[in-house]
């Protein structure tokens, strides 16, 4: 399996080497570990014309067609790894990506490049061939969906009398508005054809049988166990049944002030719409397979630590929050360890995952480019200086942070230093959300590429024992 940091020789040219070392390896060895094309390769396979899924069997000669759908930020791999099991058994597969990459192979599958973090024509287009192949199935078809996080900007579609520029400002200023995407979500899935189960509801009244394979970024998710066993609670995701209600999608726009920045079609539509406008809330005769979960990236992680002899601790797979206020605090604690020796001794590794955000009330302040890893690291190279040797990675562990092409940053005790002699300002940086450039002048950014995975936010901070 090829490497999934493509820059570590860059990362490890400077800076506290050894720690950087350290948490690049727990990083690496855990995103190989997270790779949905090897997941679902470990429980699907053919046998003639008999398709196995973990403990579950299918027989493909009964079925008219076979359909792959697809989208999300690691809907890449999970395509491929489908498309390749069925082979000529699979009538036609479209998949909607955020990035196409040239080590992308598919035999009977159209790949879309979408828009994310907001939705695009190319893949309102795809949406639209989706919904083709659908209302013109069978009781004798079966569809094969793999959904991962990002589904719902990749996968936009709007519902008659919005528009696509309409999703778009929503999404845009929700993302901006400090609002977690379980909030997002409950207005975007209200407003789509796609999202919230409205999918797989229209699958469902065409009599056609529902696979799915996803991957919960959500936190709370509980870690996952047997994959190969079909997962009875799947919820959320253009797939499965929807846990947001409209009455939610009311409260955030109250909760949040957003009456007058929202489109005024789509707050007028959320607030007077009745019973017909509310999302699926169950699928029964649906079977799904959960490969991945949120704690899974922690959980690995630790697993690979310990491997490597280290000290691991796992703080939370709940994390949430302002994310140059998160980098501040692992900074902090890094002290914390290295002065009294709590929560743990260094040296040793933390670990968390979850999602952090940033919060943008007047684009008129950005002045480049970013994501919560990248404000998130920045932020902890400013208090890590009094942390010798400390170093913390932060990534979106699909591989795109923000709006910046890389998976997040990496800074560590040296990055201040480094930031002042290259006449980079982290402070006006953070101001301006121009965290990308910032990291990118001290050689501080990390880049992946597509992962194959897609479980929000994961940091590794290392801390060395303090030397007398």
């Not at 790894?81 to 909607?96: M, P, Q």
């Not at 659908?134 to 793999?146: E, M, R, S």
């Not at 001794?345 to 684009?363: F, H, M, R, W, Y």
Request: glycine share 10%; with cysteine; charged share 25%.
């Amino acid at each position: 399996m090829s490497q999934k940091i493509r820059n570590r020789a860059d990362i490890l040219s400077h800076g506290d080497v050894k720690s950087r070392e350290i948490v690049l390896d727990i990083t690496e060895k855990t995103l190989q570990r997270l790779d949905s094309y090897q997941r679902i390769k470990s429980i699907m396979h053919m046998e003639g014309d008999i398709l196995h899924i973990g403990t579950k069997s299918w027989d493909l000669s009964k079925k008219k067609n076979v359909y792959l759908l697809g989208a999300g930020k690691a809907c890449n791999h999970m395509a491929m790894a489908v498309d390749e099991v069925l082979g000529d058994h699979l009538t036609r597969g479209i998949a909607i990506v955020k990035i196409s990459e040239p080590t992308d192979v598919f035999r009977k599958t159209e790949v879309y490049v979408g828009g994310h973090p907001l939705p695009n024509e190319e893949g309102l287009r795809a949406c639209h061939k989706i919904l083709d192949i659908v209302d013109n199935a069978g009781p004798d078809d079966l569809f094969i969906v793999v959904i991962s996080g990002g589904s719902s900007a990749l996968m936009s579609c709007p519902i008659e009398g919005l528009t696509l520029q309409d999703e778009i400002d929503v999404t845009d200023v929700m993302l901006k508005s400090g609002a977690n995407i379980f909030e997002i979500n409950a207005i975007r899935r209200h407003i789509s054809q796609m999202n919230g189960g409205m999918l797989a509801k229209r699958i469902e009244a065409r009599g056609s049988e529902l696979i799915g394979f996803g991957i919960s970024d959500a936190v709370a998710s509980p870690a996952t166990g047997d994959i190969g066993i079909p997962y009875a609670k799947y919820r959320g995701t253009p797939m499965g049944p929807d846990q947001t209600t409209l009455e939610e999608a009311r409260r955030v726009i109250r909760d949040y002030g957003v009456e007058d920045r929202l489109p005024k079609k789509v707050v007028e539509y959320l607030m007077n719409v009745g019973e017909e406008g509310e999302t699926p809330k169950a699928f029964p005769n649906n079977t799904y397979f959960l490969l991945n979960t949120l704690p899974d990236s922690c959980i690995y992680a630790k697993e690979v630590a310990e491997e490597m002899g280290l000290n691991a601790m796992i703080l939370t797979s709940f994390l949430e929050g302002e994310a140059k206020d998160v980098g501040a605090i692992f900074g902090s604690i890094a002290r914390e360890i290295q002065t009294y020796g709590n929560p743990v001794q260094a040296p040793c590794v933390l670990l968390s995952s979850g999602e952090a955000t940033t919060k943008i009330l007047d684009n008129a302040t950005i002045t480049g480019h970013g994501g919560p890893g990248q404000e998130e690291t920045l932020s902890f190279a400013l208090v890590a200086q009094k942390a010798p040797g400390s170093c913390l990675l932060s990534i979106d562990s699909e591989g795109t942070d923000g709006t910046a092409p890389i998976a997040g940053g990496i800074t560590d005790s040296q990055s201040y230093a480094t930031s002042l002699e290259k006449g980079v300002d982290i402070y006006a940086s953070l101001r301006g959300h121009a965290a990308y450039e910032a990291l990118d002048a001290i050689g501080d950014t990390v880049f992946t590429g597509n992962t194959g995975t897609n479980l929000c936010d994961f940091n590794v901070m290392y801390v060395p024992k303090l030397e007398k």
